[in-house]
């Protein structure tokens, strides 16, 4: 901790030279001069080596010249001296600034705090301080930083609004809206012309804080209307003052005036499917089918070329030939101009309604029987593709097949047909045939980037990662890089880089298993004579690649959470940007934004599949690891003089595979493969830091995976959470899910007294267990007791508790393994191969 | 719309894959890659070498590729404007996108000063033949026997010239 009171130097006269000397090193760093400015630092140095200020701004230049480690000593070094000596104000907002630059907020808020206690009078801290505050959340704080700078500036527009943001940040509404209103008074007549747009926003942004505090209270929507009435002449977003306007209304209940606001806003764009919604909750018809379908029709009257009013009848009528006659009217008159994408419009009906499957089945089918090739080609080939994308849908894979293939045998130089022909190969489980038809589509046009993509990811999911990475290094710079890697990287390419690694996991379970077999082959029946060099060989190459995608497929998936912190971190400069071009709604929205990053789909992704590494890393029990080693390293042993012949032959290639899977420069990262990574003594602790905790923390609490918290909760050996995890889990998802009872069963038998748990920890989880609804708690310590048939009947069974039970419970492992291949048989092929090939 | 439903355009590098995937579609011929590349090769800075891509309704459907030939040594083939491949898919014919195509061809030629288009089709491809009939060109010499050498079809060809 700082101290909080500046104690001075005790001999200020004495030092007065160094002082001054040390002013200057400080303007010189200001100016950019780093090196010139440790020169100065060096000379006060050399006099006064505790001299704390010149050692923290010693260590805040060596830092922006790039000499990390150096400037993190110093900097240690003047924190330690001044616990004892204590600080100046100048000294604590040089380290605030160094904290600031290496991301540590909270030590920066910290140190910038004690500059300001210990009398610094730059109120610019302030400012700074707002910023690292609503950086890390902390928004009571910034409110007060943001008072405090406003008071000394008042001449400036975004401290006002910083002002205002914050306190509607902090529910202040009312305050808020005073703070605006008060500017707008100041600067009423003296705006320029480059001032009105941020002065349009700032209106709007009143509006937008005096609507959410108005809540359903009449009168103050009435002021709220008002005040927009007032303002609509100089707000220069006509579409917001519509919208709310329209919102206002139907708030009041004013159905009549409400529908024509938002008929205008569908005037303004008859696509948005949203604003359809909206007026029928204006005209209180949501409810009310004929008057829909009536509604509706008017509609498409109005707005012939738009979708939504011919598509969203489909989704509530209910006369079954009615739909029928309307679906066709959709479908075909689409299929007719030959528009690509008709399968995918009507895609979300199959979900919703599944009763359209047989008629888009029936509809279909029998306009391609009236399609004539030679007259209407186009119709014909797209009306194949609908066809193929819908026996997809329905799993019969045969019949897509042949669909596909008169499309491509019709028009063969259309790309969109190359990659649904890949897309059900896949499905069937075809996965190198996939990326080779994909292969085949790319070549039609060598600069189409979709289909560039689309082939990597192919490829990738064939495990063919050195092709992907040659295809997608068409597009990518590759100056100083033998391919494309570093480059998406740089560019943050998740979607590449994620499939990247999952390739690389799946290539390291295979090469794994292979390594296995091979080693246990070689232990019971030894080495062939006459081939032992190639047999070695193998074995090492085995034990390498498995080391390497292990720890590359661990690598990538870092990198992927590498760029949800960088997301974050982005954040920083707009806290102060939005404020100076006076864009308050957009800044919001960005907080909401940033809120959510950990619960994206890619970044769970990423972290679920490190979370299958790392925990396996942890399971591995140490026995196993050392057996593994010894027989290993005994056949080397007992040939020694061959292996070392097999290893130089081995190195040799070791730089090329280095260079291809470079991801950063090397200065930054010398770890190319993650090997450090994998062989971290405690695989936990990094899934929690690089991975788990920012999701733990900022996601919200519906969103959150539980049964992940329970792996995890799990394998630290805190039982009590893992209860917390499975309550939370029945709570979401029902107490009969699958998941449910798996984890149920799984926390139960955790408790018994061989299980390596500690005994509170597993009492507590006990007595949680005791309240779960029919699991048999006395059967606990029965190991004849039969678990499986236990879930079977009281629990919904689905594929991922059934491999849930299978990893946990390995006494009935091969129970569970029966019904799993009960369970896939209802899949597609595709899924079911990944679960033969890779959980089983 | 006023705009043309079927449209020519240039070969370029990146789009010889369609052109190479539409010949080898739609003629029984199998052209080495070699043919290809001279497409988007050129030598020695003189155009002798003319191809196009047919598009209808903005998917490409047709091909052609020309030479010149010159006859400076006195081999037998004549002066003119040699159509190497003229091809549209079978279901977009009809839809006057090979007369496009032949178009561009003669129009090449006479940009070149050359006045006649000379052209090989297979013996039996009698569809063909009254296609090129119909449109002014006539038989110019005896049937070649065994002219095509990688061909699922037939190896006899007749040469057919138009001049103008």
Redesign the interface.
């Known amino acids: 901790m700082p101290p909080r009171k500046f104690l001075g130097s005790k001999n200020l006269a004495g030092r007065a030279k160094e002082h001054s000397q040390f002013l200057e090193a400080l303007k010189l760093y200001e100016s950019r001069q780093y090196k010139k400015s440790l020169k100065t630092l060096d000379t006060v140095l050399k006099k006064d080596s505790l001299n704390i200020d010149a050692l923290a701004l010693k260590g805040l230049d060596l830092l922006s010249l790039g000499e990390k480690k150096d400037a993190e000593n110093y900097v240690k070094n003047a924190i330690s001296k001044i616990q004892s000596i204590g600080a100046s104000a100048i000294c604590c907002h040089v380290l605030g600034i160094y904290m600031r630059s290496t991301q540590n907020y909270a030590e920066a808020i910290k140190w910038f705090q004690t500059s300001l206690d210990n009398g610094s009078a730059n109120q610019q801290i302030y400012r700074d301080l707002a910023t690292l505050q609503s950086q890390i959340g902390d928004f009571k704080g910034a409110l007060a930083s943001r008072k405090t700078y406003w008071e000394s500036f008042l001449g400036y527009r975004s401290n006002w609004t910083g002002l205002a943001v914050a306190q509607d940040i902090n529910g202040e509404h009312e305050k808020a809206i005073d703070t605006l209103s008060q500017f707008e008074k100041l600067v009423e007549g003296k705006l320029g012309e480059p001032e009105l747009y941020e002065h349009n926003e700032c209106l709007m942004y009143k509006n937008d804080i005096m609507f959410r505090a108005a809540g359903d209270n009449k009168d103050k929507l009435h002021n709220v209307l008002n005040h927009l009435n007032e303002v609509e002449k100089d707000i220069f977003d006509k579409y917001g003052v519509l919208d709310r306007k329209a919102a206002i209304y139907h708030k009041l209940g004013d159905s009549k005036l409400a529908s024509k606001y938002i008929r205008m806003l569908i005037q303004r764009n008859p696509d948005d499917f949203q604003f359809y919604g909206r007026l029928e909750e204006a005209l209180g018809i949501q409810n009310d089918n004929e008057k829909r379908e009536i509604l509706y029709g008017n509609l498409q009257k109005f707005y012939p070329r738009s979708d939504p009013p011919k598509f969203i009848p489909l989704t509530f009528i209910d006369d079954k030939s009615k739909l029928e006659a309307k679906f066709a009217d959709y479908v075909i008159a689409q299929l007719k101009r ?1 528009v690509p994408a008709t399968f995918g419009n009507v895609k979300p009906l199959y979900r919703s309604r599944s009763e359209f499957v047989p008629i888009s089945d029936k509809v279909v089918n029998e306009f391609f029987q009236q399609v004539d ?2 007259k209407d ?2 119709s ?2 797209w009306t194949c593709y609908y066809l193929a994308q819908h026996y997809l849908y329905v799993k019969d894979f045969s019949k897509a097949e042949s669909f596909i293939n008169k499309a491509i045998e ?5 790309v969109e047909f190359y990659i649904l022909k890949g897309r059900i190969l896949k499905a069937i489980g075809k996965l190198d045939e996939a990326a080779e038809w994909l292969e085949e589509g790319r ?5 189409d980037r979709f289909i560039n993509t689309k082939t990597v990811k192919y490829l990738l999911r064939a495990n063919n990662v050195d092709k992907a990475v040659e295809t997608v290094s068409l597009f990518t710079k590759n100056d100083d890089s033998v391919n494309g890697v570093k480059d998406l990287h740089l560019v943050e390419a998740a979607w590449f880089i994620v499939e990247q690694a999952e390739a690389y996991h799946r290539l390291y379970l295979e090469s794994n298993k292979r390594l296995h077999e091979k080693l246990s082959a070689v232990k019971t029946q030894g080495l062939v004579e006459e081939d032992v060099e190639s047999q070695l060989k193998e074995l090492k190459q085995l034990e390498w690649s498995t080391k390497k995608y292990q720890g590359l497929s661990l690598k990538r998936f870092q990198a992927v959470a590498k760029m949800y912190r960088q997301f974050e971190d982005d954040q920083l400069d707009f806290h102060s940007y939005c404020m100076r071009k006076g864009t308050p709604r957009a800044y919001l929205e960005m907080l909401d934004w940033g809120r959510r990053i950990y619960g994206n789909p890619m970044y769970v992704r990423s972290m679920k599949g490190a979370s299958q590494i790392l925990f396996q890393l942890h399971d591995e029990s140490a026995e196993s690891k050392k057996e593994f080693d010894e027989t290993f390293n005994g056949i080397m042993k007992e040939n020694a003089k061959k292996s070392k012949k097999v290893n130089s032959q081995l190195n040799k290639h070791r730089d090329e595979e280095r260079k291809a899977c470079v991801a950063y420069s090397e200065s930054e990262d010398k770890d190319v493969f993650g090997l450090e990574l994998i062989s971290s003594q405690n695989p936990l602790e990094v899934f929690w830091n690089e991975f788990y905790k920012s999701y733990a923390t900022k996601s919200s609490e519906e969103a959150r995976d539980y049964v992940l918290e329970f792996e995890y909760q799990y394998r630290t050996g805190k039982l009590a959470l893992c209860l917390a995890a499975l309550n939370k889990y029945a709570k979401y998802h029902g107490e009969k899910s699958g998941l449910t009872g798996a984890m149920a069963i799984t926390l139960l038998l955790a408790t018994r007294e061989s299980e390596p748990f500690e005994a509170i920890a597993q009492k507590v989880a006990f007595k949680g267990c005791e309240s779960i609804k029919d699991l048999p708690v006395a059967e606990r310590d029965n190991q004849e007791f039969d678990w499986c048939s236990f879930f079977t009947e009281h629990y919904e069974q689905d594929l991922p508790s059934l491999l849930f039970l299978y990893k946990h419970e390995p006494r009935q492992g091969e129970t569970y393994k029966a019904l799993i291949l009960n369970q896939i048989s209802t899949v597609r092929p595709q899924h079911q191969m990944q679960v033969l090939q890779y959980q089983l | 719309m006023s705009r043309d439903i079927v449209s020519l355009d240039n070969v370029y ?3 010889l ?2 052109f ?3 010949t080898n ?1 739609i003629l029984p011929v199998q052209y080495p890659d070699s043919f290809f590349q001279e497409i988007v090769q050129n030598k020695n800075g003189k155009e002798t070498s003319f191809a196009q891509l047919a598009f ?2 903005e ?3 047709g091909a052609v590729k020309a030479k010149l030939i010159a006859n400076k040594k006195g081999g037998i083939l004549p002066h003119g404007m040699y159509i190497e491949v003229l091809a549209v ?6 839809k006057g996108i090979g007369t496009k195509l032949l178009e561009y061809v003669e129009s090449e030629a006479k940009k070149h000063y050359q006045h006649a288009l000379y052209v090989h089709v297979a013996s039996d491809n009698v569809r063909a033949i009254t296609w090129y009939k119909k449109r002014g060109f006539e038989q110019d010499g005896d049937v070649l026997l065994d002219y095509y050498k990688n061909t699922t079809g037939s190896a006899n060809a007749l040469v057919l010239k138009k001049t103008f």
């Not at chain 1, 019709?410 to 259309?414: D, F, I, K």
């Not at chain 1, 070549?443 to 600069?447: E, F, N, R, S, V």
């Not at chain 2, 898919?89 to 009809?94: A, P």
């Open positions: 030959g090739p030679y080609p186009v014909y080939v019709s028009t063969p130089t259309l070549k039609l046009d060598l600069q | 590098a990146n789009r894959g369609t190479v995937k539409l579609s209808y309704s998917v490409a459907v898919l079978e279901h977009y014919s009809g």
